[in-house]
């Protein structure tokens, strides 16, 4: 756009002196689409460089360039109205909070491993286990914590639905058709053969591809339960199945309806909520007070050192059983060498941005 206007305003100023009155109509219109054309240009750099502050986000704000627009719990006018924010992850331990991140996409999914990854950085080693709600169940996030050595009590977004008393499998479901894995096939309702076609590959928005295994009738037409197995206009059924991911939610099941799983469970409702809980309605921190992810980052490590600080002194004028006060010195003193850790990082990233 800079080369065309820079060669439009050379042949203008080439261009001979206006005489008549139609020379002087015509030269007005060219100077007049000369301004609309350089003013197109200042937007469309403009647009260029938002686009590079972007970084594959879908929106921006002027006023913060690192947030997000986002979808807030706290919707006073009930329209969905989105906001500039930023995606708070945080781990707790006995309520006390141990670390957290910041990210620019609304969704869970796409911060989990990000998250889990800077613990080596911070701890030496990944956590031993992992407690999270369905937000974080997806076959990129069980796959990480496979490969990991991570115990993760992670529910995938049906697991609620399939543990409610009155809930009856789908018998058209593709989870609830009989697999021969030998064979490779399924057999459908009424017993005919759904051999397999081919592997479809799909790219999630973390990058990670995903692959299903396509299967498909031989004969549909003619079925007296077709209308109930499918309403597509093909005589055949095509289903897609994600054995990987399937493996894993059977594995994510059997952990989560153990003794040991309903009882993390039942923590998880008490950990991490419990903490927000704190924050928003009895500390009254529900908005960040800076502006900048170098920033927000600062002002929530001095909340979260606050936050600690008051747990700390709370459980320590507990009395026990014995009437001997708790100590937790141990666990204070490491979360707080943490804390100093991440503020160092965060005063570097300051100084360097004032230099």
């Known amino acids: 756009m800079c080369e ?7 042949a203008l100023g080439s ?5 008549t009155k139609e020379e002087k109509a015509a030269q007005r219109g060219k100077n007049k689409m000369f301004k609309e054309l350089e003013r197109h240009g200042e937007k469309l750099a403009e647009y260029n460089s938002r686009l590079e502050q972007m970084e594959g986000r879908n929106s921006i704000s002027k006023t913060d360039p690192s947030a997000t627009f986002m979808r807030m719990k706290e919707d ?12 708070l992850q945080i781990s707790s331990e006995n309520q006390f909070i141990t670390d957290f991140a910041l990210f620019p996409n609304p969704t869970d999914t796409l911060t989990f491993i990000p998250f889990l990854g800077s613990f080596p950085g911070r701890y030496g080693r990944f956590p031993k286990r992992v407690v999270a709600d369905s937000g974080y169940g997806s076959e990129e996030n069980y796959r990480f914590m496979d490969e990991a050595g991570i115990e993760g009590f992670v529910k995938y977004n049906r697991f609620h639905l399939e543990h409610r008393p009155r809930y009856k499998p789908d ?57 109930l197995c499918y309403k597509a206009k093909a005589n055949q059924r095509t289903i897609r199945v994600n054995h990987r991911l399937n493996s894993y939610k059977r594995k994510a099941c059997e952990l989560l309806t153990s003794e040991e799983g309903i009882k993390e469970r039942g923590r998880r409702c008490i950990e991490p909520e419990a903490v927000f809980g704190q924050m928003k309605s009895n500390m009254a921190y529900r908005r960040f007070r800076h502006m900048g992810k170098d920033k927000v980052v600062m002002d929530f490590t001095f909340f979260a050192i606050a936050f600690n600080i008051k747990k700390l ?12 006060k708790a100590s937790f ?13 991440k503020l160092e990082i965060c005063q570097d990233k300051f100084e360097k941005m004032t230099a």
Do not use: W
């Not at 065309?4 to 050379?10: C, G, L, Q, R, V």
């Not at 479901?173 to 017993?191: K, R, V, W």
């Not at 010195?329 to 850790?341: E, L, Q, R, T, W």
């Open 4 to 10: 065309i206007s820079k060669e439009f305003k050379e």
């Open 76 to 87: 006073a006018m009930c329209n969905g109205q989105t906001k500039p924010g930023y995606n």
């Open 15 to 19: 261009a001979p002196e206006a005489k």
């Open 171 to 227: 018998t058209f479901h593709p989870d609830s058709l009989y697999y021969n894995e030998e064979g490779d096939y399924y057999i459908c309702p009424m017993g005919q053969r759904m051999s397999r076609t081919g592997t479809l590959q799909t790219r999630t928005e973390g990058g990670y591809i995903s692959q299903s295994a396509c299967y498909r009738a031989i004969r549909c037409k003619g079925c007296p339960l077709r209308c």
């Open 329 to 341: 010195y141990g666990k204070f003193v490491i979360i707080f060498i943490c804390y100093m850790h």
């Open 313 to 324: 002194c709370s459980m320590m004028r507990k009395v026990d059983k014995k009437g001997r």
